[in-house]
């Protein structure tokens, strides 16, 4: 009995699998009918359509870095173009671009992912922030302020201003609960 069932259930495992798509239906690389992901390149920063200017760049560089180096969190700030669609597939878009750069190191593994998009209307969110589950202390009502202020910037084409802004408020914000909910705290 117990290897007529067995064969029964691998009949029904084979008779499914045959109905996959035998073409891929997409990769790490990109989401059907959105903008590939970019590499992480240099300074914690990818910049495809705000035109940062250099030293925004380093500047945002240094101070991303030094979280790094302080163990609190690996930030990346990425401005892209073409991302279709809602705030929904922004998250999503940016929630896929965090894993296929591998952000957040192998030892610590706490991320946040930033991503603005220049070529929506302010009414359609311009400004996404993504913390990963290691910063389970960094909640939605956290992010409110530092969105909103970034947005005021990148709403007027300031987006050296918008940068500098997530730049500060990120440094500032995960240092102050990083001295609460530091390593030798517990969830």
Not at 11 to 17: E, F, I, K, N, P
Not at 28 to 53: E, H, K, M, T
Not at 139 to 148: A, G, H, R
Request: net charge negative; glycine share 6%; with cysteine.
């Amino acid at each position: 009995m117990k290897k007529l069932f067995l064969l029964f259930f691998i009949l029904v495992l084979v008779g499914c699998s045959s109905k996959a798509s035998p073409t891929p239906q997409g990769n790490r690389d990109s989401i059907p009918g959105q903008p590939a992901f970019p590499s992480l390149v240099q300074y914690w920063v990818v910049d495809n359509g705000c035109n940062f200017s250099q030293e925004a760049k380093e500047n945002a560089f240094e101070v991303f870095d030094a979280l790094n180096r302080d163990h609190i969190a690996q930030v990346a700030v990425v401005c892209q173009t073409g991302i279709k669609g809602g705030p929904a597939d922004a998250s999503t878009w940016i929630s896929h671009w965090f894993n296929y750069v591998g952000l957040g190191s192998l030892e610590d593994k706490r991320a946040v992912a930033v991503l603005i998009r220049p070529d929506v209307k302010p009414e359609d969110y311009r400004i996404t922030i993504n913390p990963n589950d290691a910063l389970y202390w960094f909640t939605s009502y956290d992010e409110l302020p530092i969105k909103q202020e970034a947005a005021d910037f990148a709403n007027y084409g300031d987006f050296d201003g918008c940068l500098e802004s997530l730049v500060r408020n990120l440094d500032g914000f995960l240092r102050a609960k990083w001295a609460t909910y530091g390593p030798t705290s517990n969830p």
